[in-house]
């Protein structure tokens, strides 16, 4: 399960008529929700599925962040950054139609963490090995609520973390990824 070979097999594009087909799997979700410890799951390194990690951690703008999301690099799932900002930017984008091309090649799917789960995970140390930031915890905590109503919206297909373990999750999210392949 979860070879990066395995991954690597679902990253090619289809096109339907003139209009392309979803061909990414964008993962959103609250920090510590699993979405990087299900890229690294899947085999997918960071340094190339990870807004944060090529963009930059400065909230990138609504242009560059859908350039990098519709990318046809062969990643096939990638992390999107949580800058509430540009989450608030692309829910409104995708609800007011403008972007349809690229918005068309990405399949935003939410990993939903009970809040009382994702208060565990938050002290736990990061994917990376690090401490997580006291104020980014309180603000994920405090902020649940609508962070998760932003998450919803945005989403296309709804991933539920509860008691589920990162394998169990990579793997929905691996089916979802070959799902798109027609």
Known sequence: FGTAQAVRSIGNPSTRGHRMAAQRVALIGHSGAGKSA??????IDRNSGDMDVVVGKECPSLVSALGWLANTDGVPVVVVSNHEQLLVELRQAKRAGRQTEQFTMIR??????????????????????????????KYTLDHYGRLHALFS???????????KSVEVIAAEIQGIAQSLQV
């Open 108 to 137: 935003f799917v939410y990993l939903h963490k009970p809040k009382d789960e994702l208060r565990a995970h938050l002290a736990m140390r990061t994917t990376g090995g690090c401490n997580r930031e006291p104020a980014g915890v």
């Open 153 to 163: 919206e945005l989403s296309d297909q709804t991933v539920q973390c509860a008691k």
């Open 38 to 43: 299900s890229l690294v799951k899947l085999g």
